[in-house]
């Protein structure tokens, strides 16, 4: 038998001497090979990568190479990225030179952060700014980079500047030590307010239509204004309230008001616009108030002989509005419910015949027009009272309109119905109020957010819709059009930054029922890249954006002083501030933000002190805040009170929407404004007898 041959046992490799490194299997140390330079990539030629020219870049005479190199996208890297993007000039070259200087981005950063680096001490630049930004969370820098219309790099807010400003001080005894017909001068070397207070009435102001200088008010009403200062409150409610309202062609309103005609104007309409106009005009005029409660009384009366027509729904709206301001009685959900009834009397809302609709086809363009702003309008502003307001008894709207959205032409859902481009643009509303509608519409489908307990979903789905919804109005705001993005340039009307405030709060509603809860599978964000997405990171983001909004817009628009559509975002910060997860450290400056936004809110709308003392019922509550700080507040509002709304001092404010947006989830009764503001005076009382024993013992 033969011998089966083997091969030659080789010797083994040497062992490694001390201080080398030896792995197993591994005869020879594999070289690093260097990466190939862009140019020789998309060319396919071989590259030495040789730095900062390779050779072949040499021989083509080019000045240096461009490397990609294989680094993990990791926290340090969208940091980077949000800093250079984020920072001053100067500051983002410094940043820049240690990135290129370091090749490591965490190295980078943490030299940047010891290196001293001071921005401009101005309240939306902080001197540590870069501290400021390693704080957000990996998902707020993902939504930066991907979602920059909606989340845009954001200067750090300096916390200093804030507090020695006059954004936390009263408004109105400063105005008031200055007169109401001499506006109050701009202190250039005080942070804060970049507009001037209210004009004096006597001055020559713009109107917003030409027209209205043929104004003869006389015609409309019997009581006794000039037609000038009609003209005054006409304007100054069609320019800031109206494109988020939207609630009737100004144009044709304007048309038939010059010309007394009554085909998209009425008595009952005017005296509900005037009655509205009147309580923002106060902000200007102390003697406004006056005339509000003249005409508030004279629309009531006008109201109970009103028929069904288009011009009564959207008057209608205008006092449900009215009241929540005025808090002078519970019929704020009487004019808004009644104004859905008439809409789907005369066929806008629903629809039994098809006949029907093939007739309105078929009236006038301005009809048509009328049309869809007042149905559309009511619609936002019924969604708005039930879902945003959770006014206790509201009722969300059945269904969206069958009309198209003003402005639009021909869409999707109606092709087969509606023909021709009838629609003709306004100037204020061309671009505003179809922003609105889609936004009150997204909102109105997530229903079951806001009213749990009627057709929610199973728990398990809950997490995955509310996602949903946040997907859908992410990329609303990507269509949005270019004047309806928030920017730092000047000359953008207030209402735009009002848009992005009821955005943020929406999301805040959308997340609230999962904040806080036990993590799990169900509690991440599936459709984002970020590790460890949550609804607490997606909160804790728009909160973010949301102390931004407030502070641009009381420091930039005079708005802030007498538009009640804002308070929204003064009530949902205020709240996060107050019942967050983990206490903000800077949480009492905001509060006071928040407070002294509503502060100056309190000449034209005497819900703010309801409001005011509810929030700080919650800060006795929540928090260690003195009952003598809370008394102050409280005195500096009810000194800017008006003479008329002294006089009414011991009426009660009624205001019945939440305060407590936790606290509404599981007891609405208890969350409510009036309910909590209850229970001022004895939490006052209570936490200075709990100082007053600290002191003792």
């Known amino acids: 038998m033969q011998s089966r041959r083997y091969p030659p046992i080789l ?102 952060k010891g290196s001293g680096v001071e921005g401009e001490p101005h309240i939306v630049s902080d001197p540590d700014a870069e501290t400021s930004i390693l704080a957000r969370t990996i998902l707020e820098l993902e939504l930066m980079t991907h979602n920059s219309k909606a989340y845009p790099s954001l200067r750090p807010i300096n916390a200093s500047a804030l507090a020695k400003s006059n954004l936390l001080r009263p408004v109105r005894s400063s105005a008031e030590a200055y007169g109401i017909d001499t506006p ?38 019997d009581v006794m204004v000039t037609d000038d200062f009609a003209a005054r409150v006409i304007s100054l409610y069609l320019t800031t309230d109206h494109p988020l309202l939207g609630l009737f062609s100004p144009y044709l309103f304007i048309t038939d008001l010059v010309n007394h005609e009554d085909r998209f104007c009425s008595r009952f309409l005017f005296h509900a616009l005037m009655y509205l106009g009147c309580q923002m005009y106060s902000a200007f005029d102390k003697d406004s108030m006056r005339y509000a409660i003249e005409f508030c009384e004279e629309a009531e009366k006008l109201w109970k002989d009103e028929q069904n027509s288009y011009s009564a729904m959207a008057g209608a709206v205008l006092l449900s509005l009215s009241h929540i301001g005025s808090g002078r009685d519970h019929a704020v959900l009487l004019y808004a419910s009644q104004a859905m009834r008439m809409g789907e009397q005369l066929g806008v809302f629903k629809i039994t015949d098809a006949s029907a609709l093939r007739f309105d086809v078929n009236t006038s363009e301005d009809n048509t027009k009328t049309r869809c702003y007042v149905a559309w309008g009511t619609f936002n502003w019924n969604v708005l009272i039930s879902l945003f307001y959770r006014q206790p008894g509201s009722e969300s709207p059945t269904s969206i309109p069958i009309l198209p959205i003003p402005g639009e032409t021909n869409p999707p859902w109606q092709e087969e119905t509606m023909e021709g481009t009838y629609l003709a643009d306004e100037s204020l509303l061309k671009s505003i109020f179809p922003a609105v509608c889609h936004f009150w519409w997204i909102i109105h489908e997530a229903e079951w957010i806001y009213n749990p307990v009627q057709d929610s979903p199973p728990a398990r789905f809950r997490m995955a819709l509310a996602e949903h919804t946040f997907r859908k109005l992410l990329a609303w705001v990507e269509v949005l059009e270019p004047s309806l993005l928030r920017g730092e340039g000047e000359g953008r009307p207030s209402h735009v930054t009002v848009l992005h405030i009821w955005l943020h709060c929406a999301i805040l509603d959308i997340f609230r029922p999962f ?183």
């Open 515 to 697: 904040v806080g809860k036990a993590a799990g599978p169900q509690s991440r964000l599936a459709t984002f890249s970020a590790w460890g997405s949550s609804s607490d990171m997606a909160y804790a983001a728009s909160v973010n954006q949301l102390k931004h909004l407030v502070v641009e817009y009381r420091s930039t628009f005079v708005a802030s002083t007498y538009s009640i559509l804002w308070h929204t975002g003064l009530l949902y910060l205020a709240n996060a501030m107050l019942k967050g997860t983990s206490v903000d450290p800077e949480w009492h400056l905001y509060l006071l933000l928040c407070i002294y936004g509503y502060e100056s809110l309190s000449r034209p709308y005497r819900m703010s002190e309801v409001i005011v003392q509810g929030l700080l019922s919650m800060s006795l509550r929540e928090h260690n805040m003195t009952g003598s700080e809370a008394q102050k507040i409280i005195n500096e509002l009810r000194e800017g009170r008006l003479e008329g709304i002294k006089r009414d001092v011991e009426a009660r404010i009624y205001a019945q929407f939440m305060v407590d947006m936790d606290l509404a989830l599981t007891d609405p009764e208890e969350a409510r404004a009036e309910n909590l503001a209850a229970k001022f005076d004895n939490l006052v009382l209570f936490q200075d007898f709990l100082n007053y024993d600290q002191i003792g013992s």
């Open 184 to 221: 109050l001068p701009i202190d250039a070397a005080s942070a804060g307010r970049r507009f001037q207070l209210p004009l004096s009435p006597s001055a020559e102001v713009r109107y917003c239509n030409e027209r209205l200088r043929d104004l003869r008010v006389g015609y409309w009403t």
């Open 11 to 112: 010797p083994s490799a040497p062992l490694p001497r001390e201080g080398e490194s030896w792995r197993f299997g591994a005869a020879h140390p594999r070289r690093p090979r260097p990466g190939a330079c862009t140019e020789c990539r998309n060319r396919k030629t071989k590259c030495n990568g040789v730095r900062p020219r390779c050779s072949n870049c040499m021989k083509r005479g080019a000045a240096f190479c461009v490397y990609i190199d294989k680094v993990k996208a990791g926290p340090e890297v969208l940091e980077v990225v949000e800093l250079l993007r984020s920072l001053p000039e100067d500051q983002a070259f410094v940043l820049l030179g240690l990135l290129r200087e370091k090749d490591d981005p965490a190295t980078a950063i943490s030299a940047f």
